[in-house]
């Protein structure tokens, strides 16, 4: 650091949107490819999101399955993977936020008998005193409905889970319907038989069937080798 | 879509002090909203809905044996102390940010409430002028008196009359919005970044003696959620 150098703190972030304004709201208009109708009837409605999660979701569970619809100003593909069941994959946030699109499915989540959502985070991410060496994966649950939590632990205070799946949950706690959010905890070694195995079996407990197929291992993105 | 707040109809908030948290430096107001909830026993009434809000959940940060889950913004009220505080554990949406201060206003708007405190943190470095205290306020109220006897002062607007206070988040805008309609207080604590526990505690005791509150003289309970401030044990591997 050199003298008189200005080092700003990481939370100077915080800066610029306080002394912005703050701009109308216009409302994004959802760009339906397919389908736009909400299904008569929905056993079940199953969210997804996060890059490791939805590439499992596609190799290993639709295959060559086409979707049903898309949004495409949402990062959103909808799933027919039958018996009334509908898987959501949620890649990337577009023109809308997370609360947006959880609103833009409000009928299907009235609708379906059973909602669930899957996301993962970092296992570096979680906390919990009794762990002084962590595995490789593992999943915790955040429920309103302990029926549908199929045995796993519940995330623990102070864990939280952000993102669709965490805005789906809370829609469902606001309107009193029921919903089970998981969450795999993982490390950053690349998809394989190991680190995926919890999660291959919470799908199979979904009653989801899953396809055996075959995952190229990529290289991890970061080029720092330890 | 569902309303932002679903109250019971038994519940009667009129004559509640609302206390509001702006997501700001060292996350003191929620610290000081997590203080008052666990120490004061509040219950909470209603999950706060908003597609403004960036979503969390998780379990109960007061107890951690209980099944209760935890999401980014909530109603807590204690009816014998008849205060209400709004916990938001996370930030808005900057496309969303001003709806949500304009629904927050038509949602709060028929629940007759006494007073609102919207409780606010800033950066410590950008406090030029300052004595022992650091707490400065702007309200609506005739409070100039009770706010120097807590040694409070007054924020001092810019020359085009807005407030410019770094590192307080949203707490200027939603002023502006609900002062026009309740009377609203807004009160701001300078401070550094670090362990903010010891913020958080002065500035509840604040709110106490700017509200004309009763303190309670037990113990302040935290909750069971700041066991982990500076994260998990470490792990045994690298030793």
Redesign the interface.
């Known amino acids: 650091m050199l003298f008189g150098e200005i080092v700003e703190p990481s939370t100077r972030a915080l800066i610029e949107d306080d002394l912005e304004e703050y701009p109308e709201y216009t409302e994004s208009v959802p760009e339906w490819e397919g389908s736009s109708e909400t299904p008569r009837d929905i056993n079940g409605l199953l969210f997804i999101e996060t890059e490791k999660i939805g590439k499992l979701f596609y190799s290993c569970v639709l295959g060559e399955n086409k979707p049903l619809s898309k949004i495409k100003n949402a990062g959103i593909e909808v799933f027919d993977i039958g018996n009334k069941q509908y898987v959501v994959i949620f890649s990337e946030k577009k023109d809308f936020t997370c609360g947006e699109v959880t609103e833009l499915f409000d009928p299907w989540i009235r609708k379906a008998k059973r909602t669930f959502t899957i996301t993962s985070d970092s296992i570096g991410n979680y906390q919990n005193s009794n762990f002084t060496e962590k595995p490789v994966s593992l999943i915790r649950t955040v429920s309103n409905d302990p029926s549908k939590s199929f045995g796993y632990e519940k995330l623990e205070s102070p864990n939280l889970v952000s993102g669709l799946g965490a805005s789906v949950l809370s829609y469902c706690i606001h309107l009193d319907l029921k919903c089970t959010l998981f969450v795999l905890y993982i490390d950053t070694s690349p998809l394989g038989s190991v680190n995926m195995e919890p999660l291959l079996k919470l799908v199979t407990k979904l009653d989801i069937p899953v396809k055996h197929t075959e995952m190229k291992i990529s290289t991890s993105s970061s080029n720092l080798y330890m | ?2 309303p932002m707040i ?1 109250l019971d109809k038994n519940v009667d908030l009129s004559e509640y002090v609302l206390l509001i948290p702006s997501v ?2 060292g996350n003191v107001p929620q610290l000081t909203i997590d203080l008052l909830i666990s120490t004061y026993s509040f219950k909470k009434i209603s ?15 007061y107890q ?1 044996d209980r ?1 209760e ?4 913004c909530e109603l807590h009220i204690n009816e014998q102390l008849k205060v209400a505080a709004i916990q938001i ?2 930030t808005l ?7 949500f ?1 304009i629904d927050l206003k038509e949602a709060l708007s028929p629940l007759k409430l006494k007073n609102i405190v919207i409780v606010s943190s800033a ?1 410590d470095y950008e406090l030029r002028n300052f004595n022992n205290e650091k707490f400065y306020y702007s309200s609506n109220e005739k409070i100039d008196e009770i706010m120097e006897t807590n040694g409070i002062k007054i924020l001092e607007p810019n020359s085009n009359g807005r407030y ?7 707490a ?2 939603l002023y502006e919005v609900l002062s026009t309609q309740f009377r609203c207080t807004l009160l701001v604590k300078y401070v550094s ?1 670090g362990d903010n526990r010891p913020d958080a505690f002065t500035t509840l005791k604040k709110l106490f003696a700017i509200s004309g509150l009763e303190e309670k003289t037990l113990n302040v309970i935290f909750p ?5 401030v500076f ?3 470490p ?3 690298i030793y």
């Open positions: 879509m569902p679903s700001s430096v999950t706060i809905w908003h597609p403004a809000i960036v979503s969390s959940v998780g379990g109960d940060p951690s099944s889950i935890c999401t980014a554990r996370s949406e900057f496309k969303l940010a001003q709806k201060f950066f410019c206070i770094n590192g307080a988040g949203f200027t805008k970044e069971s959620s700041w066991d982990f994260g998990g044990p792990p045994v591997g």
